[in-house]
């Protein structure tokens, strides 16, 4: 396995291996940390590569990005070599932006594609936004906005100091989220599946299921609860994705 320092974007490194590889992009304020508990689920023919942007945990020094498009660039030349051979996406809520986009940008590029494009809790990116912005908010308002969603943890709520050093990189995250502007693009030659909470106040039904025009041979899965539905339902989705990549 290479090391965390020689692959900034992969600090798992990457597994020498014949497995399917899922490349696993967080919501934002998180980190690739969040999908630990995946890699363990993952079993012998899925493995999870969890992606971590500037900006956290290790690379807490590096500024985050506050545009998409910088974003994504960044990390298609940053993951590139790794995005060879048998490989799939999944992303949740900006995961879910950043994802699609990277997929894009590598049919753009005549590169090779995902076999698959997982993407979970997010309206789809050619619906307009009507939802208030959240980046601009006073500190205590958008902590309270994030709590109501289930993702401030409770550590951040009672230390401020912790909590003043957390909100930079979720207003960068948001300002990637709020600002990105679609430009329509041809349906990708690639199999979109897409995940939400029925109760999901950032993605309703509709918005989830809008995911379904830009890719081939769509499905949809709707679970119990909000915007982290999925923190319950590691080993279930992964059945599905399996199933899902078998096709």
């Known amino acids: 396995m290479t090391t965390a320092t020689a692959r900034p974007w992969l600090p798992g490194g990457l597994p020498e291996t014949g497995a399917t590889k899922l490349f696993c992009f ?23 590569l969890p992606v971590q942007p500037p900006g956290r945990a290790e690379r807490g020094r590096e500024r985050p990005h506050d545009n998409v498009e ?18 799939a996406f999944f992303g949740h ?4 932006l950043v994802a699609y986009l990277l997929t894009r940008r590598l049919a753009e590029r005549g590169a090779t594609l995902p076999r698959h494009l997982f993407v979970s809790g997010r309206a789809a990116p050619q619906l307009p936004d009507t939802r208030p912005p959240l980046r601009a908010l ?10 109501a969603l289930g993702g401030l943890p409770d550590v951040l709520r009672r230390e401020p100091s912790l909590l003043a050093m957390f909100l ?9 989220n709020e600002t990105y502007r679609h430009v329509p693009g041809e349906r990708l030659p690639v199999p979109v ?4 909470g029925d109760r999901d106040p950032r993605a309703a039904e509709d ?12 499905a949809m899965f709707t679970y119990a609860g909000g915007h982290f539905y999925l923190e319950d339902r590691v080993p279930e989705l992964l059945r599905v994705m399996r199933r899902r990549l078998a096709r």
């Open 26 to 48: 967080p919501h934002a304020g998180a980190s690739a940390a969040v999908y630990r508990s995946w890699t363990a689920a993952a079993g012998d023919d899925l493995v999870v």
């Open 70 to 87: 910088a974003l994504v660039d960044d990390a298609f030349d940053g993951l590139a070599d790794a995005l060879t051979g048998d490989f």
């Open 93 to 96: 809520s900006l995961g879910a």
């Open 138 to 147: 006073p500190d205590d308002r958008l902590a309270a906005e994030l709590h």
């Open 168 to 176: 930079p990189l979720m207003r960068a995250d948001l300002a990637v």
């Open 193 to 196: 599946t897409a995940f939400g």
């Open 207 to 218: 918005e989830l299921a809008a995911w379904l025009e830009l890719g081939t041979d769509p």
